[in-house]
């Protein structure tokens, strides 16, 4: 009987239990002898505590603090940097920054109490947005400079394609913080277990938790256990930010000696947890008489709020996607990483590419109306192609099906007959854009920092089961794991058991981030695999273990981003049409197609939900997700009625493609795809509504209130 | 205040005495261990506490007690015992609408909720009728699939 | 802080009891117990004594009487929108409230008496010219909607009052053409930016014999001036084009000035030209997109 392609969908091993309700999130556990805690933050943006009145606690209640940090601990949460605090002491960096913990059997009287507590402060006056946080306004509170990081990297000689060029075209484009609103809201628990403490987490990494925190009490990492619960929805929020939660809690843990729960109120998600960093992209393009572009110098700065978290790698992603997916002979980029009075901001699906990919599709947009020459023939002009050299002088080693992929989506979408139609101004427009994502950690990150490993255990009984640290978090891991396990095994899927991973019985495969985990973590399995599969008559139970091996022939510099920053990418094309209501300017979007190149599908529904969720959370961050910050108040829209996120009713439905291109070093031949697919349609769309209205648009998002402004 | 308020749950007359203005969302989940209802916004915005009110889908996070005396509830954990429920279930899991699952059981409720006024829904009609449930995973398609799965499979039920 | 809450059996001790401890009736409590929620797992508070009277069948109810329809105020924004003797734009308001989930629990009651300036419900209904009626212990009495809202969350009940329903008079003739535009935050579940309805009465020579006109979200209290109206009332369908800026300029000094100046305006005056221009072709459908 023919093997049935590895893409055919397989029913998700969780879907019962998730749609019945049987499936238990973190608030949905009970623990004997459980306490609650309620976080205490700082309600100014800067400056420091003067004094922190408590009313009198009745027994059993606890307020935990950085003075709760025992001999030997170190008041710190470990992320990239040790920058993070667990607990503020006496400076404070933003509002919501957590100065204690409230802990306490009833929640209705740890309510109160919360809002009893009374702090007083003697504030300093705040930088807000990246050019207060360039301009110091207030003092530098980080270094001398407010820059948690400052490089450049140059392809050629932007200077001398200066002095050569006819003219040169200057744009700025800005984005906003977007929030994650994964539907489960941040939650950890915190529990004394002999020596040892065990961290239950809704969470993406749980060895960057354990990592994390296991200092605070001068612990090894073994004496940490950090368990993954069922998690709803991460999207990068659950990425470090779960370190936030933990760290308070395992103190509080070792002072209390139960169990210690801290569940987020959405409020509490909104207004005081990370979010997407704003940015400012500004570009300076040299342009020869005849049009052709000769070089592009850009800067790029994110604003990275209170603390710097992994800021400098989103930013590093960022400046390496600067030239999208365009071939530009010469190009200088800079990027900065700027430390404001804002909370702070962290990982989000795309991972700082979403930002300049926006950005250098919509200046490709307005370089072509400044040569008055139709965008989709000025940027195809410059698709890169394989062997071309990128922004960072590597090369693209697999073959690139931009050409393939935009002529499913023209088809798809009657796009040629509809950009003529749709004259500028009519209210009617149709936009385009192309995208691409680096798969897995930048340059030597896998080789170097994360080493991946992945364990497969038979058991007696003969069920096999999946022991990696990566973790399901609705995307489909455990699925797409178990298919390849089954596959490269040839059983039945029905004797693979994948369980949410525990520090203390699994491997490291590392975190689930940067699309990272098929593409890598797949394959390592599919070794492992390989070696159970030779080895699978072997009497008694038995594991086998593979580690991550890197291809050869990438080089990279770590110090001077020269060379291989990713050996291989996903693509992307996306087409949006919108039609704009004259009398409201409120936009309603007519049509989606999109292709991609992700290699291969490993499952094809687990595949068209991420192509649907990526494009319409890419469409919310354009359209609708406006999320201001005020210096007194912090975040205005911290609720779901207010932060607005899109409804079934607010885009139709998508149509989608695949292009084939199998990568040989991924797992039956797949590459990433859960970031690729968010880093598009928001160029799309607002390509699209910048035609109807006949206005260039320079910022997102664009709410009905901004399209009236550019019209005024 | 306390009051003891009777009503009826999954089929089952309760009674449970408490003070009126608990949130339903609260009993279900804690008096009652019924957490297949969940809470994701407290007000009312994302659909994710939603169960069957009479026969009606509502939002348990804003209900007071006081307003449930007399009536009968209906959460996911009833609704799966059903024929339907049952076949909305398996047709959300073949048809790849779960993805975080958070949001999915007010999903299911909302769609046997639509169903029973729209036995062979249009696109339209389903859209609208999930409309006051938010999901943040799936970008919705293959969810309004799976309900127009599940209606073609349950012809008859509704 | 008084946690007092009663449940009583009939509006008659509903009515006792609002009298003797002005207790603040909780009807769908979509609005009350999101305001004084306390968190998960917390019973909401309130400041005041409260009683939940969504049991009450003496305050449901959708009827004609005498011409007039009445809404009781314990009707859910669902009841209304699928009642047939409700007038268009009032079913077209509850529609567009919230979700489904809302919508079966929230009251007209409730919407009315929170007065906020972004409700959805008291916009067709001022337009309309709807009139509240308030019960107590020792009586009864009616007054306009638009005068029963005060300002900004705030009405004219009285300490000892209950909203028992809404009467909404029918037009002389019935309308000619009818107009409602809601621009929400999104396409569904979302609160109101602005809210816009209107109403022509055109006699058989095309004179227009009556001009309706209100906006919701645009102000402290729903926009609407009989005096701007009469500015078109008596005029010939034909003469709108020459008077049109007139009106929109009129029309345009009844917002308020701090409500989201140059979206709401700007938005307001395209609609109402629209309307306008389009009464002026006189097409055939009633209700104008």
Not at chain 1, 373 to 397: A, C, M, R, W
Not at chain 2, 110 to 124: D, F, G, I, K
Not at chain 3, 174 to 200: D, E, H, Q
Request: a negative charge.
């Amino acid at each position: 009987m023919a093997k049935k392609p590895i893409g055919t969908p397989l029913r998700r091993t969780d879907a019962i239990a998730k749609a019945s309700g049987t499936e238990k999130y973190l608030s949905d556990m009970q623990f004997d002898d459980m306490l609650y805690a309620r976080m205490v933050r700082s309600g100014i943006s800067r400056g420091t505590i003067q004094d922190i009145s408590l009313p009198p606690l009745p027994d059993g209640y606890y307020f935990i603090t950085y003075k709760d940090i025992p001999e030997g601990g170190k008041n710190e949460l470990v992320m990239i940097k040790s920058d993070y605090r667990c607990f503020a002491e006496q400076d404070v960096r933003y509002i919501g920054e957590t100065i204690g913990l409230l802990v306490g059997p009833n929640r209705s009287e740890l309510a109160d109490l919360v809002d009893k507590i009374s702090i007083t402060y003697n504030e300093e006056t705040p930088a807000i947005t990246i050019e207060e946080g360039l301009a110091c306004t207030g003092g530098p509170f980080v270094g001398t400079d407010n820059l948690f990081c400052d490089f450049t990297i140059n392809k050629g000689d932007i200077e001398d394609v200066f002095t050569r060029a006819d003219r040169i075209i200057e744009d700025e484009i800005i984005t906003g913080w977007q929030e994650h609103v994964h539907l489960e809201t941040n939650a950890a628990l915190a529990q004394p277990s002999g020596d040892s403490y065990i961290i239950y987490a809704s969470a993406q990494c749980p060895f960057y938790v354990r990592k994390s925190i296991a200092g605070l009490l001068g612990l090894s990492y073994e004496q940490v256990i950090v368990r993954q619960t069922t998690t709803g929805g991460a999207f990068g929020g659950k990425e470090h930010f779960p370190d936030v939660l933990a760290g308070p809690l395992l103190v509080a843990a070792s002072v209390v000696k139960r169990p210690v729960q801290l569940v987020f109120d959405r409020h509490e998600d909104g207004a005081y947890s990370v979010k997407r960093h704003p940015s400012r992209t500004i570009f300076k393009t040299a342009l020869a008489a005849d049009g052709t572009i000769l070089g592009m110098d850009i800067d790029v700065v994110y604003n990275a709020g209170g603390y710097e978290s992994c800021s400098y790698v989103v930013l590093q992603r960022g400046v390496f996607h600067a030239t999208g997916v365009y071939n530009i002979g010469v190009s200088r980029v800079r990027g900065r990483a700027v430390a404001t009075n804002t909370f702070p901001s962290d990982a989000f699906r795309g991972f700082g590419a979403p930002q300049t990919l926006f950005a250098i599709e919509t200046h490709m947009c307005h370089l072509a109306n400044e040569l008055g020459v139709d965008p989709l023939e000025l940027k195809k002009q410059y698709f890169l192609k394989q062997g071309d050299s990128t922004v960072t002088n590597g090369h693209i080693f697999e073959k690139v099906v931009l050409s393939e992929m935009l002529n499913q989506v023209k088809t798809a979408s009657d796009y040629d007959r509809k950009i003529k139609e749709y004259t500028l101004g009519s209210g009617k427009g149709i936009g385009i854009a192309f995208y691409n994502h680096g798969g897995a950690f930048t340059g030597n990150g896998e080789q170097m920092i994360i080493k991946a490993k992945a364990r497969l255990h038979k058991r007696a009984d003969g069920i096999v089961e999946i022991l990696v640290g990566s973790t399901e978090m609705g995307q489909g891991l455990q699925t797409a794991f178990t298919k390849i396990v089954a596959d490269t095994l040839e059983i039945g899927t029905d004797r693979i058991v994948y369980p949410n991973p525990d520090t203390s019985v699994v491997a490291d495969s590392g975190p689930t981030v940067a699309s990272r985990s098929t593409m890598i973590v797949g394959k390592i399995l599919e070794r492992a695999a390989l070696e159970m599969k030779n080895r699978w008559n072997e009497d008694t139970d038995f594991s086998t273990e593979a580690q991550y091996e890197h291809p050869e022939g990438h080089p990279w510099d770590q110090n001077t981003f020269q060379g291989d920053a990713y050996i291989a990418y996903g693509w992307g094309a996306c087409v949006v049409e919108v039609s704009v209501d004259p009398l409201t300017y409120e936009v309603q979007t007519t049509g989606i197609w999109s292709s991609h190149d992700i290699g291969v599908p490993i499952d094809e529904l687990v595949v068209q939900g991420q192509i649907n969720g990526g494009i319409i959370q890419s469409l919310g961050y354009a359209a609708m997700e406006k999320l201001d910050y005020h210096p007194k108040k912090g975040f205005k829209q911290i609720g779901l009625s207010d932060y607005i996120i899109p409804t079934s009713m607010d885009f139709p439905s998508q149509q989608w493609d695949l292009v084939h291109n199998p990568y040989p070093y991924g797992p039956s031949g797949a590459k990433g795809m859960g970031e690729l697919v968010f880093n598009g349609a928001s160029a799309a769309f607002v390509d699209a509504v910048s035609r109807a209205i006949d206005c260039e648009i320079r910022e997102i998002p664009i709410p009905p209130e901004t399209i009236t402004e550019l019209l005024v | 205040m306390i009051r003891e308020i009777q009503f009826t749950l999954n089929g089952e007359v309760v009674a449970l005495t408490c003070d009126p203005l608990k949130r339903l969302l609260d009993v279900l989940r804690e008096d009652f261990g019924l957490t297949g209802t969940k809470e994701a916004c407290g007000e009312g915005e994302c659909g994710a506490c939603s169960v069957l009110k009479d026969g009606k889908i509502i939002t348990t996070c804003m209900v007071p007690m006081g307003a449930v005396h007399g009536c009968e509830i209906m959460t996911i954990e009833g609704l799966r015992e059903t024929q339907r429920g049952r076949v909305i279930i398996e047709a959300f899991a073949d048809g790849g609408a779960v993805q975080c699952g958070f949001c999915i059981p007010g999903m299911v409720i909302a769609a046997e909720s639509l169903l029973e006024e729209h036995p062979e829904p249009t696109e339209e009609q389903i859209r609208l009728g999930i409309s006051g449930n938010l999901c943040r995973c799936t970008g919705y398609d293959l969810i309004v699939e799976s309900i127009r799965l599940a209606a073609q499979r349950g012809k008859g039920l509704w | 802080m008084v946690e007092t809450c009663y449940i009583p059996k009939d509006l008659a001790e509903a009515l006792r009891v609002r009298k003797e401890t002005g207790a603040k009736p909780i009807a769908g409590g979509t609005d009350l117990m999101v305001v004084h929620r306390r968190g998960t797992g917390i019973v909401p508070r309130f400041p005041w004594p409260v009683m939940i009277i969504t049991q009450l069948q003496e305050l449901k109810g959708i009827h004609e009487e005498d011409g007039k329809i009445s809404i009781y105020s314990g009707s859910t924004c669902h009841e209304i929108e699928a009642s047939e003797l409700v007038p268009y734009q009032v079913r077209k308001a509850a529609s567009l409230m919230g979700a489904q989930s809302l919508r079966n629990l929230a009251t007209i009651g409730g919407n009315v008496c929170n007065a906020s300036p972004k409700g959805d419900l008291p916009v067709p209904l001022i337009m309309l010219d709807a009139r509240v009626e308030l019960i107590s212990a020792t009586g009864v009495r009616q007054l306009l909607l638009d005068d029963f809202i005060t300002g900004p969350k705030t009405t004219a009940l009285q300490d000892d009052e209950l909203l028992s329903r809404i009467i909404i008079p029918k037009p002389e003739q019935p309308f000619t053409y009818l107009w409602y535009r809601k621009i929400g935050t999104r396409r569904a579940n979302a609160i109101s930016k602005l809210s816009m309805c209107a109403a022509v009465t055109l006699d058989l020579s095309g004179n227009i014999i009556d001009f309706r006109s209100a906006n919701g979200a645009s102000g402290p209290k729903v926009a609407r001036s009989r005096s701007v109206e009469e500015l078109i009332i008596g005029t010939s369908v034909d003469t709108l084009p020459d008077i049109l800026p007139r009106v929109l300029d009129a029309y345009d000094g009844i917002l308020s000035p701090h409500a989201m100046p140059q979206y709401r305006r700007s938005s307001t005056r395209r609609m109402l030209a629209y309307f306008l221009t389009e009464v002026g072709k006189r097409p055939a459908e009633q209700i104008i997109q």
